[in-house]
């Protein structure tokens, strides 16, 4: 047996209502995506190459490095896929446009030859199917590009710090049940202010495959790119192609 375990940080993708837009149009999409996720890798630091990458149909799945600092996956590469999908879908015809449900945990893995295996995957791939990110992302508006839902564990290790970039009170707590894996959750949605009667963060959780680890702190910077258009949120206003909102 080749295969060693380690701790990885994980990101998972799915396009919404990527069914009957025809080949065309979802070659187009999936070539999109790869780019705008390989360029955001990159913006945040991260190897491509280094990561372990999964086709899944409709999105992507890839484990980073076990050197990447879990906040990273929010803040830039997060932030960094909001902005060049939203620069993207402001000129793509309807049939292209792309909408993401992003979802982001971390755990102890197999790592081999033969790939990557273990629960955390189970559980980043509920995150990716449940119902609270799906329904969010429909009723939210056609320019917010994705949501982001995360795990429990990986909201008690990065989100709640509030490490640069990243706002914990933007994060509404969540219940998922999916198939046989039922756990809080933790829904973000760019541009949109926290929620009326945000659930708080408890003082314990329960969270499946939970390790304690202490959370990384990483170098970052607040900024947003995408081709000279900017698509973020500061102190609740949202500012986009550089204008401040009056």
Not at 43 to 60: M, Y
Not at 72 to 79: K, T, W
Not at 85 to 112: E, F, K, M, P, Q
Not at 179 to 205: I, M, T, V
Request: include cysteine.
């Amino acid at each position: 047996m080749d295969a060693v375990l380690e701790y990885r940080p994980m990101v998972a993708v799915d396009i919404e209502r990527s069914g009957g837009r025809g080949d065309v149009a979802l070659l187009r999409i999936r070539e999109v995506l790869l780019t705008t996720l390989q360029d955001a890798l990159g913006e945040s630091g991260i190897d491509w190459q280094a990561c372990r990458v999964n086709d899944l149909g409709d999105g992507l799945r890839i484990v980073a490095p076990a050197w990447v600092p879990k906040p990273r996956l929010i803040h830039p590469l997060f932030h960094e896929l909001v902005v060049r999908l939203h620069a993207h879908n402001r000129t793509a015809a309807g049939s292209t446009r792309i909408r993401l449900r992003v979802a982001l945990h971390a755990g102890d893995v197999w790592v081999g030859r033969a790939g990557v295996a273990g629960g955390p995957l189970e559980v980043l791939a509920r995150l990716l199917d449940a119902r609270p990110a799906r329904e969010a992302l429909a009723g939210a508006p056609g320019t917010v590009p994705a949501s982001l839902l995360v795990s429990q564990h990986f909201y008690d290790e990065t989100v709640r710090h509030g490490y640069p970039g990243i706002d914990p009170e933007s994060f509404q707590r969540v219940d998922v049940a999916e198939k046989e894996y039922s756990a809080n959750a933790w829904l973000h949605l760019p541009g949109a202010a926290a929620p009326p009667g945000r659930a708080a963060a408890p003082d314990q959780a329960v969270e499946p495959h939970r390790r304690d680890r202490p959370a990384h702190l990483s170098k970052m910077v607040n900024k947003a790119s995408g081709h000279g258009v900017v698509y973020a949120t500061q102190n609740g206003n949202q500012n986009i192609s550089g204008r401040t909102p009056d």
